[in-house]
């Protein structure tokens, strides 16, 4: 199993981004993928996930309404959608399926 964040990058509060996380080596179809951040002195802490059976999606909550997960089966990559990014939305961000890590990827949202 591999997964790859990419995406990331320096973003002024209220802008967008959008992460990718490019897998390989299993079928989504049957399991769950999120993705993680952790920012500089915190916890690791779940963002959103993406279920393949039934299509459920879950969002913590500071980023309701703002971040949008996403699968894309022709690419077998998962997107993280950010919008109206605020400056506790910088951390390093993970994507994470079955107990499997990819390198994170970077945001920082500052002016």
């Known amino acids: 199993v591999q997964l790859q964040a990419s995406g990331g990058g320096l973003v002024q509060p209220g802008g967008s981004l959008t992460l990718s996380c490019a897998f390989s080596?299993?079928?989504?179809?049957?399991?769950?993928i999120g993705w993680f951040r952790q920012a500089p002195g915190k916890e690791r802490e779940g963002v959103a996930c993406?279920?393949?059976?039934?299509?459920?999606?879950y969002y913590t909550d500071s980023v309701k309404g703002r971040f949008t997960i996403a699968r894309d089966t022709t690419r077998n990559t998962v997107t993280l959608q950010m919008n109206r990014l605020k400056p506790e939305d910088t951390a390093v961000y993970y994507c994470?399926?079955?107990?499997?890590w990819g390198k994170g990827t970077l945001v920082t949202v500052s002016s």
């Open positions: 080596g299993f079928t989504l179809d049957y399991y769950a």
């Open positions: 994470t399926t079955g107990g499997h």
């Open positions: 993406f279920h393949s059976l039934g299509g459920d999606t």
